[in-house]
């Protein structure tokens, strides 16, 4: 061994370096390239997936607005205990913080900021600010008289909330619940919860498109695995016709197909299977969803089904049945369990992309077929509380990691076969 | 699947890629992207606007559609890359975006003065000239019905739309508590004048939801102003809330059975806004003043029923661009017959309860 190393590097290559040298030198190239030629998709994928992703999440945490726009009411507020109102000296740091927020523009973001927390500040704010400059000292009725929330243990209690830059204020928002005013995390009164249910849906609605797709798309690839090649290219146009056509049309179609004056119901009343006065309502509901989803996922089930059952010799069939196993059995014991790593594949491909669906619950969801993601949108484009959605969307990703793990742990993440 | 290409293949895509980008650079300078709400109220907007704007300037005019709302403005104007320059915006969210610094300031005293020589700000309606806006029309929510479901007696009154028992079959409602919920407290008997003190208190949003609950089982949701008129002319709903500008271009132009119901109608404005940063603001201004001059507010009053900010187009407005014989005058939110029980949607209100009233709203819904 050390006889051997001492020979290589007592050689050396034509022009006189040392072997070993010469040789780590050609293996760092090489790597080199390999790098090189990977870097472009990392650039890629990390500046428009990674990158943006962990800038929304730091939203969901990160809360600059009162730390940066109000350090002075921050410091007031520093020793406060939520008990009283605070003393007079908040009140004038309060005074000073605004009429320097309205000057550097910021007084409506902060607005809307605290609006997000307790309904009625947005008004209390801008109209403070607005008149902040004026006052003179003492401050506290004077901002009273200017909008009565200041005399409001919880306007106070609030700011405070908020006054650290990191806080985890909008997960306890996502998750139904809220600080009082002594900063301890209780639930948020019936009428306001919504994010829990809407979870809880979420997860129940993926998990039936999910089971109805793998009942739907196994006999679907079997059939087309098992059949001669003329036919089943044939079939396969027919999985993959709907999965080349836009969602938005499949979507819309179900609408004119499901809807009350529409064609299912049409041609149900036509045979007196339903009366004209019964309709049933199809659309706009969460079956509506279900269906519509279905249909929309249904490649994404058949296809690693289908190349994982093409790969499957049916001479293990005919071998089991030649050893006596009845048709059942051999199909359940030998042909089933190799199916396994395509299942496997395809219920993942489908929940994970029935869990962040967003569209067809969007058009066709009505009131109780809405989903999570319709939440996020809406924080997204209408409310515009970019946390709060930055916070919904994080937990549904933890949700999915978890759903992941649990799945390698069961399956095995080896075993799964897209293709 | 292996994809073969070969360099010149490569090169020629490469080569397009970088031609249509300098093409897209180049015509920046001479185009101005306008957006707004698409559908009927949009069309009106090219002929009485962008069509004669830019044949007195030479200025292209992209239209596109949104609908509603600050986000892509906010995305735009944090992320400094502004590429819409005018945009029709609804008076509440201009209220906040000039708030929080996501809108241009508006020097008005580039507007000019009316056609009958009064200043711009006499001749502007009162409310509609704001620091960072200009309104065009003033449109209205309204319910309307199909007149062919209801053969007997028909609806009247805003209490007739929550009337399930003397007028049985399915309602549309926006899936948004703004104005559904003015409307159910007005249904309940509360007078305009004190919907918006009502729903500042819980007592008030809880009354308005309790009229919602009670036709909460037949009740199919829009959001998008187009979805109402199709709702109706698939027979999917019997009545439902609507723009009203949507409502007559679907009976007037369609021929549809639609009738509105102007009692108890919830009026707001639709103002142009220049994003903050917006790559074209001097044309964006230009095209700002054009367009809300008395004749082009005419103008577009004779392709859609929404009524001119301008109290000198008033006289002006003509009759239905594609029918001489129809008078347009009736068909406004603000004729007198129309406007006799009429509330003006509060802006300073629903900027300071959206956030809650909406958390509410929403967690009502999935209940």
């Known amino acids: 061994m050390t006889n051997a190393a001492n020979a290589i590097a007592g050689l050396e290559t034509a022009d006189g370096t040392p072997l070993k040298a010469a040789l780590a030198r050609a293996l760092r190239r090489k790597r080199m390239r390999a790098v090189l ?13 990674l990158y943006p992703i962990g800038l929304m999440l730091f939203r969901s945490i990160d809360n600059p607005l ?15 205990t939520a008990d009283d109102l605070p003393g007079e000296a908040a009140f004038a740091a309060l005074t000073q913080d605004l009429e320097d927020a309205r000057k550097s523009g910021a007084a409506g973001r902060l607005a809307t900021n ?33 909008s009565p929330a200041w005399g409001n243990i919880e306007t106070w209690a609030t700011i405070k909330l908020l006054s650290d830059r990191f806080s985890m204020v909008q997960y306890a928002a996502a998750l139904d619940r809220k600080y009082d005013i002594h900063q301890n995390v209780v639930p948020l009164p019936e009428d306001q919860q919504i994010y829990v249910t809407l979870f809880m849906r979420t997860l129940w609605m993926s998990i039936v498109v999910t089971v109805s797709c793998l009942l739907l798309g196994f006999p679907i690839a079997y059939m087309l695995a098992s059949l001669p090649l003329k036919h089943s290219n044939l079939l396969m146009i027919l999985v993959l016709l709907p ?32 009366n004209d006065a019964g309709r049933v309502q199809l659309i706009f509901n969460a079956t509506g969803t279900v269906i519509a989803m279905t249909q929309i996922l249904l490649p994404f089930m058949v296809l690693p089904l289908y190349s994982v059952m093409k790969t499957i010799s049916p001479t293990y069939m005919r071998a089991a049945q030649s050893l006596g196993a009845h048709r059942f059995l051999a199909y359940g014991r030998v042909y089933l369990p190799q199916t396994l790593p395509g299942i496997g594949a395809g219920c993942l491909l489908v929940f ?27 924080h997204m484009q209408k409310s515009l509380n970019w946390g709060l959605a930055a916070a919904l969307g994080g937990i549904l990703l933890v949700g999915v990691i978890i759903l992941y793990w649990v799945y390698n742990k069961i399956v095995g993440v080896e075993r799964l076969k897209l293709g | 699947m292996t994809i073969k290409m070969n360099f010149k293949t490569f090169a020629a895509a490469g080569a397009l890629l970088v031609g249509t980008m300098a093409f897209g650079a180049a015509q920046a300078a001479e185009s101005l ?35 509603g709302g600050l986000a892509e403005i906010k995305a735009q104007v944090e992320a400094k890359n502004v590429t819409w320059d005018i945009v029709d915006l609804e008076l509440s969210d201009v209220v906040r975006g000039c708030d929080e610094g996501l809108l241009e300031k508006i020097d008005l005293s580039k507007l000019p003065a009316g056609s009958d020589g009064k200043a711009a700000k006499d001749d502007f309606l009162p409310g509609t000239l704001h620091d960072c806006a200009v309104a065009t029309i003033v449109w209205t929510t309204i319910y309307a019905y199909d007149s062919s479901k209801f053969k007997g007696a028909k609806p009247t009154t805003i209490a007739d739309f929550f009337d399930i028992k003397k007028f049985p079959g399915k309602r549309g409602l926006r899936k948004n508590p703004k104005v559904t919920l ?108 054009f367009s809300t001059t008395t004749e082009q507010l005419a103008a577009q009053a004779s392709w859609i029923s929404y009524g001119p900010a301008r109290k000198s187009s008033i006289p002006k407005i003509g009759s239905y661009a594609t029918k001489p014989d129809m008078k347009m005058g009736p068909h406004m939110p603000t004729a007198p017959a129309n406007f006799k029980k009429a509330l003006q949607n509060s802006p300073s209100f629903w900027a300071d309860y959206q956030d809650e ?6 967690a009502w819904l999935t209940k």
């Open chain 1, 37 to 49: 030629l990977v870097m472009p998709l990392f650039i890629f994928v990390f500046l428009t997936f």
């Open chain 1, 66 to 80: 009162v730390s940066e726009h109000m350090p002075r009411t921050v410091a007031a507020l520093k020793d406060w």
């Open chain 1, 114 to 146: 605290l609006n997000y927390q307790t309904g009625g500040l947005r008004s209390t704010i801008t109209r403070t600010a607005r008149q902040a400059g004026k006052l003179e000292a003492p401050f506290k009725e004077k901002l009273i008289e200017i």
């Open chain 1, 243 to 274: 999965f080349w056509t836009s969602l938005l049309v499949r979507t819309t179609s179900w609408i004119v197909l499901l809807q009350t004056q529409g064609v299912l119901n049409d041609l149900m009343v036509f045979f007196h299977i339903i």
């Open chain 1, 352 to 378: 994970i992309l029935a869990i962040g669906y967003y569209i067809t619950p969007a058009l066709v969801g009505g009131q109780d077929g809405q989903m999570i993601s319709n939440m996020i949108a809406f």
């Open chain 2, 33 to 67: 992207t306008v957006v707004s709400w698409g559908g009927a109220y949009t069309k009106s907007q090219v002929e009485a606007y962008h069509k004669p704007f830019t044949k007195k300037t030479g200025i292209e005019i992209k239209s596109e559609n949104y609908n």
């Open chain 2, 182 to 289: 003015e409307f159910a407290l007005m249904a309940d008997g509360v007078a305009p004048g004190d919907v918006y003190k009502t729903l500042a208190t819980k007592a008030g949003q809880d009354r308005a939801l309790k009229v919602l609950d009670t036709i909460k089982g037949s009740t199919v949701w829009w959001e998008a102003g187009a979805q109402p008129p199709q709702l109706l002319a698939d027979g999917e709903v019997v009545m439902t809330t609507a723009y009203n500008g949507r409502i007559f271009n679907a009976a007037a132009a369609e021929g549809k059975p639609f009738e509105i119901v102007w009692d108890g109608q919830v009026w707001d404005l639709d103002l142009w806004g220049i994003p903050k940063g917006a790559k074209n603001k001097k044309a964006a201004m230009d095209f700002l003043v």
């Open chain 2, 357 to 362: 009233l909406n958390q509410k709203f929403n």
